[in-house]
């Protein structure tokens, strides 16, 4: 059975390989949309795309971190449960 340092490393390199797949698919869309739309750029919009590009990656870089804390925060709770438990089935 893996020990919770693996366990959390599991579980941080599937939610970095997830935010990384849903970066991925938004940057393919604008692609795909910004393809078909005219070639003239102008420096305020490409200023724009790039702006909302940031805000988005702020956004799934937030969400993970609030992500690992409840982890975190989740683990905390069931060692502490463990080592209660296995204290009082030690002492009786």
């Known amino acids: 059975m893996p020990d919770i340092q693996e366990q959390y490393t599991e579980f941080a390199k599937r939610s970095q390989e997830a935010a990384y797949s849903v ?16 070639s003239v750029v102008t420096p305020e919009g490409a ?5 909302q590009f940031f805000d988005f990656s702020t956004t799934v870089i937030d969400a993970q971190r609030n992500l690992i804390k409840q982890f975190i925060s989740t ?14 089935h030690t002492a009786a």
């Open 23 to 38: 970066v991925e698919a938004w940057a393919k869309t604008v692609q795909e949309t910004t393809a078909q739309l005219p």
């Open 47 to 51: 200023q724009q795309v790039v702006d």
């Open 75 to 88: 683990s905390a709770n069931v060692a502490d449960n463990v080592a209660k438990n296995l204290n009082e």
